[in-house]
């Protein structure tokens, strides 16, 4: 099926920031669909006139349009919580940070504090964003908020985990030894990780500029 592009016949508007109009989409169709994913096929066409075919991953609607969220808990100032779960993609175990989709009608920090409950039997009392990260943006759209999440108390919910996850704690200052375990690889949990280190060290270091 096609679809027509917001674009299609006329001059995008340069909005990049990079000097370069987007390309306009001359045609986009579905080429496959799961049940969990769909593909796209989009036929585009450069400022210069240079025409491509590009393909990217979408969602297949299952009505999760809140997109997702990755946790960094810390049960206490100097350790953060890790899973061990089944990777799919690797056909092995991995390790990594709690995280999970955003349910219809939920908010992140409710999300957050959902996952973190299901995956690792605790909640927070306080969660706050982070930052947000993408996965691979020249083939899908897909976006994942990271949440920081304190104070935490024990709270488990059920899930939909197909066995029991094994949780870990790890010191967040010593990435490194992570970081050289062949079962932690995932690139968006590294980012966290980092991203939340940082941020803890300035908010113990900055003091009151008067």
């Known amino acids: 099926m096609a679809f027509s592009s917001h674009y299609a016949g006329s001059t995008p508007p340069d909005d990049t920031g990079t000097g370069h109009p987007k390309p306009r989409l001359l045609n986009r169709r579905e080429v496959a669909r799961s049940r969990l994913f769909a593909i796209e096929e989009l036929e585009l066409r450069f400022a210069n006139g240079a025409e491509r075919t590009f393909e990217r991953l979408t969602g297949s609607g299952n009505g999760h349009g809140g997109g ?51 995956e690792c039997g605790m909640g927070a009392q306080h969660i706050e964003p982070l930052v947000e990260l993408s996965l691979a943006p020249n083939y899908m759209s897909h976006r994942i908020h990271v949440m920081l999440a304190t104070d935490l108390y024990e709270k488990r919910l059920p899930g939909d985990e197909p066995e029991p996850l094994i949780v870990e704690r790890h010191p967040l200052e010593d990435i490194a030894s992570l970081l050289a375990r062949e079962d932690f690889h995932e690139g968006r949990a590294i980012a966290a990780l980092f991203i939340a280190r940082d941020r803890l060290r300035n908010e113990q270091t900055s003091e009151p500029w008067w």
């Open 68 to 118: 997702a969220v990755m946790i960094v808990a810390m049960p206490d100032p100097e350790h953060v919580l890790l899973i061990h779960e089944y990777a799919a993609g690797f056909d092995d175990y991995a390790l990594t940070l709690p995280k999970g989709l955003v349910d219809p009608g939920e908010d992140i920090v409710s999300a957050a504090n959902r996952e973190l409950m299901e």
